[in-house]
């Protein structure tokens, strides 16, 4: 790779790839990201490369492995461009006539994926509900470029926007850019980018100023971030580019949790080539900006995802939040003034440049501009990463695009922000979906984790499920947050066996208040909120637990029994997988289960067919 | 100088100063437990809140931690900042009720119960020992471990520290052991909670040969029978 010197040898490279596609020869995209690598996409990429070669068609199919496409459900996905052609859960044998069939110019109607209401195969991916009621300006660039390869980033538009703010703007206006934009961070806080910025570039520029990239991303069921680290690592490194330019910062550190390999491998690979082709180091295109970006890798605490804890990780110490302010922004890693933004965040910025920032807050609503990335999970159809406007409602989200229900459930709540974050009942699903709305409702936007929730989760289970979470997860400095996890678990563990009373619900309340009040990080103060939200919307579940010992979703196994109803048959599968010999009944009769002798494994309710087994 | 009011008071201090250090020069009391002249804040026990700001942006935060700022206003008794200490002091109790200082702080704000699940934990984690070891005995001898329920203090792979020189500075600032078993000030002794209780330096091997000022001590007497 040569370097480039100036910044006239970048628009000349750019204008070189750019002659140099072929934009008629068709293009089979395998996404493999750690999803997709997950659910089988090498195998299907090494079939792919066999085939090709076998059949001498290296010529006239390309082959591209990009990062994730979001739709989860799907994977091992198949794209076909310039087409479009989507194919769902593909096989090793389906991949061989996939080649095929792109080789003759055909569409295998059969392996399309089937619009779930007519049966109907959808011919381009964009017609899909999923995708179609998106609007994907992030994630649609994971579908663009091959992510260890920093040519395909630079022909479809990669580092174009930085190559126009250090041609055509100064730092000041680079920053106003930012500030017009409206963007605020996507870690959770949603604090406006611009006024970060602003702050940063306010101060001298000794000692030298640090930015950081918080790749942390510990919420469990959340992994927008690392979708976006592993299919566009340089997105952020732009991002990151601009944002030295216009604060005067001169190193960055990208903080990327080591679970995340894939993310840490592409990562070194951009960052190398980076360095190779002149965009990170001295002297950056010959308009004597200075920065490099070097990697650091947590350990995986949650709570290191928390700024202050995060430096302290970054230092060599335990990650331990620390009292704010002084602010990072005052005084960071090592003493220094430091910004840190989200992943997510640092992919916007490109974007805002590419579209001016006039444009850029046309979408989403007044005070909450762009789009968000939520992972949506859970009891719904179409599992996956979903990226719209910000304001969008929840019932959107729910319906049109993660297509309702999953089997016969119906939709009871859904989980916003991750651990911390809360629960919001069907009734409010048309709440705009943005960072105040959501805080008003009891909740937190968080990273966008978004968990669906039907009539066979208990709200309890869920709220004790994320209490141990976070009881794990304090850094256990706060007394309060420690110990006050400790607590509510407790009382929640005593609800859910059916041994509270109410007055230890009113404790449960009042402690989850004080811990919200009385703690130093971000963890403790919205700790409470799995117990407060799940309270306020759903007391008489809590009620029915302690006064009718009873679960009515059927989760909470003290309170649970098991039985027959007469769509029994008497064929008696269930007998012969019962442990503890607690069935028994004629044949062709109605069963029976002895209470005493079950243990509520559920066995029995597995293997009916029938529908036969109550819980309750 | 800044210029802060505290309780409608309004006063200046130094930059740097704590929101602990100035209602105290103006005599408010603030009940504190993990935070001892001489060593650095830390924030851990949570004893010490108090609310700042007003209107939907009013607060809680650790005065021992929280720098004056210009213009800030600050209470340190309003009814938030009671029903919150109140609480602690409850968590407290439920946590460790040997602790003749938790018992104290708890008298003193008439909290005659608490509604949890008894525990008697030895430590609460307050980290003044670690503090005392690293920043007055310059040793770095102890320190925190583990996270959430798992964090405890503790020496290096458990194995007695090169570097301690058994001063006993950490279990003389250690607020659920030391008073329990300083008889030189009898008065605040719980005559016999030692003996029944027994103190951590008895149980634990590695402070055999450490060198104790807390004498005389009931506990070793009654080891040594
Ligand atoms: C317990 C806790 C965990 C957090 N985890 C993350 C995380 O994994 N990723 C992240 O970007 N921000 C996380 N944050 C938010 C960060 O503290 C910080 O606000 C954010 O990185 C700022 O970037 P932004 O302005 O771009 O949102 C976490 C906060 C808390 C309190
Ligand atoms: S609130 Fe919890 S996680 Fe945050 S500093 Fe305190 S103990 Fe640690
Ligand atoms: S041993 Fe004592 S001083 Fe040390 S952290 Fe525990 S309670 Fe605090
Ligand atoms: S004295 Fe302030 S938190 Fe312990």
Redesign the pocket.
């Given at each position: 790779m040569e370097r480039l010197q100036v910044i006239e040898d970048f628009s000349s490279l750019q204008a070189r790839l750019t002659a140099d596609r072929e934009p008629n020869i068709p293009v089979i995209v395998i996404p493999a990201g750690t999803c997709g690598q997950a659910s089988g996409a090498n195998d299907l990429i090494r079939v792919t490369k066999r085939e090709l070669l076998d059949k001498g068609l290296t010529d006239k199919i390309h082959l591209r492995v990009t990062g994730c496409h979001g739709f989860c459900e799907a994977e091992p996905s198949v794209l076909i461009e310039p087409q479009g052609t989507f194919y769902p859960k593909v096989d090793a044998k389906q991949m061989v006539r996939i080649v095929q069939a792109v080789a003759a110019d055909e569409v295998l109607e059969d392996l399309l994926f089937a619009d779930p209401e007519t049966g109907r195969g959808f011919y381009r991916y964009d017609k899909i509900p999923f995708f179609r009621n998106q609007q994907r300006s992030i994630m649609r660039m994971n579908q663009a470029l091959d992510p260890i390869r920093i040519y395909t980033c630079i022909v479809s538009g990669g580092y174009g926007a930085l190559q126009d703010v250090l041609a055509n703007r100064s730092p000041y206006q680079a920053l106003q850019e930012v500030k017009d934009s409206g963007l605020r961070g996507r870690g959770g806080a949603g604090f406006p980018t611009g006024l970060k910025w602003d702050l940063l570039a306010a101060l001298p520029d000794e000692p030298a100023k640090i930015l950081v990239c918080n790749a942390d991303e510990g919420d469990p069921g959340a992994y927008m971030d690392r979708s976006i680290l592993e299919g566009n690592p340089h997105s952020i490194i732009e991002g990151m580019l601009i944002a030295a330019y216009a604060t005067g910062a001169t190193e960055g550190v990208l903080y990327v949790r080591n679970e995340y390999p894939l993310a840490i491998k592409h990562l070194m690979i951009a960052l190398r080539q980076c360095r190779e082709l002149g965009l990170l180091g001295d002297d950056i295109l010959g308009t004597g900006l200075r920065f490099d970006i070097e990697l650091v890798r947590g350990a995986g605490a949650f709570v290191c995802g928390e700024e202050t804890a995060l430096i302290r990780s970054i230092e060599g110490k335990m990650g331990e939040p620390v009292q704010r302010p002084p602010f990072p922004v005052e005084k960071g890693i090592n003493g220094r003034p430091t910004a840190i933004n989200n992943v997510e965040t640092w992919a916007n910025i490109p974007l805002i440049f590419k579209l001016g920032a006039e444009e850029y807050a046309k979408v989403g609503t007044n005070g909450n501009t762009g789009t968000k990335i939520f992972s949506l999970v859970g009891k719904i159809k179409n599992t996956g990463l979903v990226e719209v406007p910000m304001g969008i409602t929840i019932e959107k989200i729910v319906h049109d695009i993660g297509g309702g229900a999953r089997g016969n459930g119906k939709i009871k709540a859904v989980q916003t922000g991750g651990p911390s974050g809360g629960c919001i009942p069907a009734d409010r699903f048309d709440l705009p979906v943005d960072y105040d709305s959501l805080a008003k409702a009891g909740s937190i936007m968080g990273s966008g984790g978004m968990i669906v929730m039907d009539d066979n989760t208990c709200m309890v289970d869920v709220a004790k499920y994320f209490m141990n979470f976070l009881m794990d997860e304090s850094c256990g400095k706060c007394f309060t947050c420690r110990k006050g996890t400790q607590r509510m678990y407790e009382i929640l563990e005593d609800i859910s066996n059916g041994k509270a009373t109410l007055q230890d619900l009113d404790l449960l309340e009042e402690l989850a208040h004080v811990v919200k009040d009385t703690t130093m990080c971000g963890l403790g103060q919205t700790a409470s909120n799995p117990v407060l939200s799940t309270l306020r919307y759903f007391r008489d579940e809590y009620i029915e637990h302690i006064e009718n010992q009873r679960c009515p979703a059927g989760v909470c196994k003290e309170l649970v029994t098991y039985s027959i109803n007469e769509n029994c048959t008497g064929c008696g599968l269930c007998v012969t997988v019962c442990s503890e010999g607690a069935i028994s009944g004629e044949k062709k009769g109605r069963h029976v289960i002895d209470v005493d002798k079950c243990i509520k494994c559920g066995s029995c309710r597995t293997v009916c067919n029938f529908d036969a087994i109550d819980v309750r | 100088m800044i210029t802060l009011t505290i309780n409608g008071l309004q006063t200046s201090v130094e930059k740097g100063t704590t929101l602990l250090e100035a209602a105290s020069s103006l005599g408010f009391p603030i009940p504190t437990l993990c935070h001892m002249e001489g060593l650095s804040p830390y924030g851990a026990c949570r004893l010490c809140m108090v609310e700042i700001g007003e209107g939907p942006r009013a607060k809680l935060v650790s005065s021992c931690t929280y720098p004056a700022q210009e213009g800030l206003k600050v209470r340190t008794a309003s009814s938030r900042v009671l029903r919150a200490r109140n609480m602690v002091i409850e968590l407290l109790l439920a946590s460790c009720p040997q602790s003749k200082t938790i018992q104290d702080i708890a008298a003193a704000h008439n909290i005659r119960r608490q509604r949890f699940r008894q525990e008697y934990e030895d430590?609460?984690?307050?980290?003044?020992?670690?503090r005392m070891c690293e920043e007055q005995m310059m040793a770095k001898a102890i320190g925190f471990r583990g996270r959430g329920q798992n964090r405890t203090?503790g020496t290096p792979f458990d194995i007695k520290s090169d570097v301690c020189r058994l001063c006993g500075g950490?279990i003389y600032?250690?607020?659920?052991?030391q008073l329990r078993c300083t008889y030189t000030e009898p008065e605040k002794a719980i005559c016999g909670g030692c003996a029944n209780l027994a103190p951590p330096c008895v149980e634990k091997d590695q402070f055999d040969d450490m060198m104790c000022y807390m004498t005389p001590c009931v506990a070793c007497e009654i080891e040594k029978d």
């Open positions: - | 430590c609460i984690l307050c980290g003044l020992c670690v203090v950490c600032v250690c607020p659920t052991c």
